[in-house]
């Protein structure tokens, strides 16, 4: 043993294999969600925001984006600079509206650029962070009892930060951090004195919980990834995608004779929207699917969203906001079960994992969603973010699906699926009035639609039929309309109000798409409903037929290009003319009078592909009798839309 010994030590040794350890420097950006709570001082009446899930506080569920830059050191020591903004939720209107105030303060963002210093454990990195911070805060004058807003004051304030975390790498080139920050704000001396009240003094305290994902660019963010690697192996139990929309639109004079509260202004308007969506899917386990989409959005529709029943803009949401205002707008549970036989290839997709799955399957899903999500398809018109962007192109606007004021519900749907058909049933949440953004399951909406498959001269082609019924808090029209003429003295919108009960709305719609010849399609469709009661949730149509083409730029050499043109004729119900015709206000529109004709829309657009996800398109739409009213109008609405995703 000892000569063998001795032998073994003359043999040259082996290095040992060096261990491959993840590198934090880089450029990296991303986004983050969480929820957070503020002060502003005595006597400054917070404004609650949602919380949702979480009780309301003076920032609510929260969220915004961030980029930055490390610099891993041979020590493991990290160092790094990080900006980010940070926007509160929406108002949560019933806590508002317990405990009404003279008058509210709120903050309208934060943002931050800080210096971050970390050490890492290989993939896992915590940290120390804190710098300069800044922030946008306002005061709203209210008419109590109602803390209606009949003034706002704003001011910029300046402050510091500091914070501790801890960020993960996890698969590809993604991380995931949790975070703590706290803010502190200089004070601000707001002078109420024009509006009866003295001087106030806001001193934002705010804190910050965080849950965000970066996506690390390395150090040259401008050139590919060696070899096409990243950092870490990828991972098909999840994905991540996200896209923005920015989409103005204005209009010139019309013809105005009169006007209401809810009509388009006759002198002519510009406004945008922007909404920023991320989309997050996660497999828990064969077959189990969570999704989670929170949306920024910002920016309003012509004249608040008022003043047509095919509203020009499907960006444009009822809760608009002049600084962004985040939702989590879609979490919802998916479990697939696979019947077996005949699979198919699934791709990756924002909300869809890729994979494979069943042909014959059932399918439920639980949670928070649009109804659009899963009924009502349409290959050629269903997205305004991508292709027409009035409400009564693309989707069957006499169907008075249930939602909030962003346009989501709660529920539960079921889907059996076959190679050439498919049915689904789904039961919702409905607002607890025309117009509420409170959903409740003390009413309900029910909806269920076949789908039909087929090929009309080897050219593919879906048939969709479905029928809703909703029971929801509303006001009988016929009835209100009498009772006004018997009492002249009142208010017709009052008597609609005082007269609210739990009513049913019922109606069907039928949406056809259909391939003519390769990247030519078209679309049609029809819906009605009973038009007795009060629109509770979408907008003021009772009947509507739409149709046109969709033809892809291949022709002319620009495969990623669309073309499209189609047209929409509005109705009304009798009763729901006189309604209108007395004075009344329906969800959008409202002249104060009307001369009832059917609402007419031409709408043409052109997508233009600027680079890959990246689209720029021109839309015009001619709508003529608004709101349905001869007397106003017609109105050409120019929009651009510049959309991108990943």
Do not use: C
Request: hydrophobic letters at 40%.
């Amino acid at each position: 043993m000892l000569p063998a010994a001795g032998f073994a030590a003359d043999l040259p040794l082996k290095a040992r294999a060096a261990r491959t350890l993840y590198d934090w420097t880089g450029f990296y950006v991303g986004g983050h969600f969480g929820y957070g709570d503020a002060s502003f001082g005595p006597g400054t009446h917070p404004l609650p925001e949602q919380g949702v899930f979480l009780p309301h506080s003076a920032m609510g569920l929260n969220g915004g984006y961030q980029l930055g830059y490390n610099r891993q050191l041979a020590n493991n020591v990290v160092l790094g600079i990080e900006a980010d903004a940070t926007f509160p939720g929406p108002l949560d209107t019933p806590a508002l509206e317990r405990d009404p105030q003279p008058f509210n303060t709120t903050i309208d963002y934060v943002g931050t650029v800080r210096g971050r210093i970390g050490y890492a454990f290989g993939r896992l990195m915590p940290y120390v962070t804190g710098g300069f911070a800044w922030g946008h805060t306002h005061v709203d004058i209210n008419d109590p009892p109602v803390s209606d807003v009949i003034a706002r004051v704003g001011h910029y304030q300046t402050g510091w930060t500091a914070g501790l975390g801890l960020e993960y790498a996890v698969s590809g080139n993604w991380t995931a951090k949790a975070e703590y920050e706290y803010v502190d704000l200089s004070r601000r001396t707001y002078d109420l004195s024009s509006f009866g009240f003295g001087d106030l003094n806001v001193e934002p305290r705010v804190h910050l919980f965080k849950l965000g994902l970066n996506y690390q660019f390395g150090d040259t963010p401008w050139m590919p990834p060696v070899d096409g690697k990243t950092k870490l192996p990828e991972s098909s139990d999840w994905n991540v995608h996200a896209q923005t929309t920015f989409l103005p639109q204005g209009y010139g004079p019309i013809h105005s004779p009169y006007a209401g509260p809810q009509s388009l202004p006759g002198g002519g308007q510009l406004q945008a929207t922007w909404t920023t969506t991320a989309f997050l899917g996660a497999r828990l386990w064969d077959g189990g699917e969570f999704y989670f989409n929170p949306e920024l959005a910002q920016g309003f529709g012509l004249n608040g969203t008022l003043g047509l029943g095919g509203f020009s803009n499907g960006e444009a949401q009822k809760a608009g906001a002049a600084f962004p205002k985040i939702r989590p707008q879609r979490y919802y549970f998916k479990q697939t079960f696979g019947l077996g036989g005949e699979q198919e290839d699934v791709a990756d997709a924002p909300n869809q994992l890729a994979g494979k799955r069943d042909i014959d399957r059932v399918t439920l899903i639980v949670g928070r969603f649009a109804i659009g999500d899963f009924f009502d398809g349409n290959a050629y018109a269903k997205d305004p973010r991508a292709d027409f962007m009035n409400w009564a192109m693309w989707a069957s606007a006499a169907y008075d699906f249930p939602a909030d004021l962003p346009g989501y519900t709660r529920g539960a749907v079921v889907e059996l699926n076959r190679k050439d058909w498919a049915i689904r049933a789904g039961l919702f949440q409905v607002p607890s009035a025309p117009n509420s953004d409170i959903l409740t399951f003390k009413t309900g909406g029910t909806a269920v639609e076949f789908e039909e498959r087929h090929a009309i001269f080897e050219q593919p082609g879906k048939l969709r039929v479905g029928v809703f019924a909703n029971s929801g808090n509303t006001a009988n029209y016929r009835e209100v309309v009498d009772l006004a003429a018997a009492n002249p003295a009142l208010d017709i919108n009052d008597i609609a109000t005082a007269t609210q009960r739990n009513r049913p709305k019922y109606g069907f719609y039928v949406n056809l798409e259909q391939q003519i010849v390769n990247d030519v399609g078209l679309f049609a469709r029809a819906s009605w409903n009973d038009g007795q009661n009060q629109i509770l949730s979408f907008t003021d149509i009772d009947r509507s037929i739409s149709g046109g083409l969709s033809i892809k730029g291949s022709r002319w050499g620009r495969p990623d290009d669309t073309v499209g043109i189609g047209g929409a004729i509005n109705g009304l119900s009798a009763a729901h003319r006189d309604f209108l015709a007395a004075g009344g206000l329906g969800l959008l529109i409202g002249d104060g009078q009307l001369n009832y004709r059917t609402e007419r829309i031409l709408e043409a657009y052109y997508a233009y592909s600027v680079v890959k996800n990246v689209t720029l398109t021109a839309d015009y739409q001619l709508i003529t009798n608004p709101a349905y009213n001869a007397d106003r109008g017609p109105v050409s609405i120019f929009s651009g839309r510049l959309h991108a995703e990943f």
